[in-house]
């Protein structure tokens, strides 16, 4: 999965986008890299969250920067627009390792650097927009650096699983490749699922189960294939 595979689907429209920063100019340069799709649209950009959930009782996807000027952290940011119904890219220059791991270990969709080319851009955001994760090399590299990210210890056939449902593939068809009934599949992702809770890497969602496939080297990361 690329953040570069897709755009957004005419059967499904794509969420409001927020943006959370508190440079001026980079939401003007948004709008204007936006203004190449049909399909995108910001609809608001804001100096903190708490300006963005006073204004938007439910948002949509919100593109936040990670460092602002009222000091807030990134998780408690990223939780607090969860809580209110959004989704979150993190949309940030990257120069702070800690602040980009910080993010990562919250529940976002990915990461997407400013210096980002504008098509590659458009195509991520159009991604996340519908709700789907954008894996990116940056994003990669920022798991594979974490020195907390703690082995779920997966057994052979568990790492097989994951790998066949995570990169899309229906219940039905990663049974029958391996030779299972689709209740034995259900127990064998439920256990998957526990094994990364236990090592704080929660994983209730196909998105969540993809992100942990990447980190763990079980699918390839953007660039890698």
Same mark, same amino acid.
């Given at each position: 999965?690329?953040?570069?595979?897709?755009?957004?689907?005419?059967?499904?429209?794509?969420?409001?986008?927020?943006?959370?920063?508190?440079?001026?100019?980079?939401?003007?340069?948004?709008?204007?890299?936006?203004?190449?799709?049909?399909?995108?649209?910001?609809?608001?950009?804001?100096?903190?969250?708490?300006?963005?959930?006073?204004?938007?009782?439910?948002?949509?996807?919100?593109?936040?920067?990670?460092?602002?000027?009222?000091?807030?952290?990134?998780?408690?940011?990223?939780?607090?627009?969860?809580?209110?119904?959004?989704?979150?890219?993190? #949309?940030?220059? @990257?120069?702070?390792?800690?602040? /980009?791991? !910080?993010? *990562? &270990?919250?529940? $976002?969709?990915? +990461?997407?650097?400013?210096?980002?080319?504008?098509?590659?851009?458009?195509?991520?955001?159009?991604?996340?927009?519908?709700?789907?994760?954008?894996?990116?090399?940056?994003?990669?590299?920022?798991?594979?650096?974490?020195?907390?990210?703690?082995?779920?210890?997966?057994?052979?056939?568990?790492?097989?699983?994951?790998?066949? #449902?995570?990169? @899309?593939?229906?219940?039905?068809? /990663?049974? !029958?490749? *391996? &030779?299972?009934? $689709?209740?034995? +599949?259900?127990?064998?992702?439920?256990?998957?699922?526990?094994?990364?809770?236990?090592?704080?890497?929660?994983?209730?969602?196909?998105?969540?189960?993809?992100?942990?496939?990447?980190?763990?080297?079980?699918?390839?990361?953007?660039?890698?294939?």
């Amino acid at each position: 999965m690329d953040a570069t595979a897709s755009t957004p689907s005419a059967s499904r429209a794509p969420r409001p986008i927020s943006l959370v920063d508190d440079h001026q100019l980079v939401g003007l340069a948004l709008v204007t890299a936006l203004g190449a799709s049909t399909d995108l649209k910001l609809v608001g950009a804001f100096p903190t969250v708490d300006a963005l959930l006073r204004k938007q009782v439910r948002p949509g996807l919100v593109l936040l920067d990670l460092r602002l000027a009222d000091g807030s952290s990134p998780a408690a940011n990223v939780r607090r627009i969860r809580e209110a119904g959004g989704d979150v890219l993190v #949309f940030t220059s @990257g120069e702070d390792a800690y602040l /980009v791991r !910080e993010a *990562l &270990h919250a529940d $976002v969709l990915g +990461l997407l650097r400013k210096s980002t080319p504008v098509e590659v851009m458009i195509h991520a955001i159009g991604r996340a927009a519908l709700g789907q994760p954008v894996v990116t090399s940056e994003w990669a590299h920022a798991v594979e650096s974490d020195p907390q990210l703690s082995s779920a210890a997966l057994s052979p056939q568990e790492s097989r699983v994951l790998q066949l #449902f995570a990169d @899309g593939a229906r219940s039905q068809r /990663v049974a !029958e490749e *391996l &030779h299972i009934t $689709v209740g034995t +599949l259900e127990d064998y992702i439920r256990r998957i699922r526990t094994k990364y809770a236990k090592v704080g890497r929660p994983a209730p969602t196909k998105v969540d189960l993809y992100k942990r496939a990447v980190e763990d080297g079980l699918l390839p990361a953007p660039g890698r294939e």
